[in-house]
T-cell receptor, first 109, second 113 residues
Framework: GEDVEQSLFLSVREGDSSVINCTYTDSSSTYLYWYKQEPGAGLQLLTYIFSNMDMKQDQRLTVLLNKKDKHLSLRIADTQTGDSAIYFC?????????FGSGTRLQVQP | DAEITQSPRHKITETGRQVTLACHQTWNHNNMFWYRQDLGHGLRLIHY???????NKGEVSDGYSVSRSNTEDLPLTLESAASSQTSVYFC????????????FGPGTRLTVT
């Protein structure tokens, strides 16, 4: 099975908050990442969090990390139609990344 | 501006043929990676390199090879293409820093018929 797990799909209304969840297995991961992939494009780094932090905020994005439960979440405030994409969480193992299978976020007007 | 490019963007080939996918980065990054993306599997690591003349196998390396003769390029070769290798391939690079942020190319869609 996947070492990094995410739910496959999330649908929200424009203006609502979105919360995308992820669980990982490697407690030695130094950094955890959120990437965004728009249709037909490569992955774009949204944000990352160092493993000794429990929260990081960057404009509309809030990342929460629960190391005890190996749980990572990404909250997008005031979700817009332009946020519709696939979101991947990833953990670092040395210099390589292990990705989850991605969560497709659909934003309804 | 620095960038990472992949070519071709789309490729159709026949089973058994050798195929090489190009990846070129101008970030001057030491670390380069190849992933494949398949529905339901996210991105899986094929091969990676930490510098010139260094190559390492990833999670799904069977049937693939890479070579690193300079900093900028990491070509991925499918020795004898199989239908199971139909996928979207992404190249990425990162500097040898502490955050290991990876920059991704636009991807190559490969179809093996």
């Amino acid at each position: 099975g996947e070492d990094v797990e995410q739910s496959l799909f999330l649908s929200v209304r424009e203006g609502d908050s979105s919360v995308i969840n992820c669980t990982y297995t490697d407690s030695s991961s130094t950094y955890l990442y959120w990437y965004k992939q728009e249709p037909g494009a490569g992955l774009q780094l949204l944000t990352y969090i160092f493993s000794n932090m429990d929260m990081k905020q960057d404009q509309r994005l809030t990342v929460l990390l629960n190391k005890k439960d190996k749980h990572l979440s990404l909250r997008i405030a005031d979700t817009q139609t332009g946020d519709s994409a696939i979101y991947f969480c990833a953990e670092s193992r040395r210099r390589a990344l292990t990705f989850g299978s991605g969560t497709r976020l659909q934003v309804q007007p | 501006d620095a960038e990472i490019t992949q070519s071709p963007r789309h490729k159709i080939t026949e089973t058994g043929r050798q195929v090489t996918l190009a990846c070129h980065q101008t970030w001057n990054h030491n670390n380069m990676f190849w992933y494949r993306q398949d529905l339901g599997h996210g991105l899986r690591l094929i091969h990676y390199s930490y510098g010139v003349q260094d190559t390492n196998k990833g999670e799904v390396s069977d049937g693939y090879s890479v070579s690193r003769s300079n900093t900028e390029d990491l070509p991925l070769t499918l020795e004898s293409a199989a239908s199971s290798q139909t996928s979207v391939y992404f190249c990425a690079s990162s500097e040898s820093g502490s955050s290991y942020e990876q920059y991704f190319g636009p991807g190559t869609r490969l179809t093996v018929t």
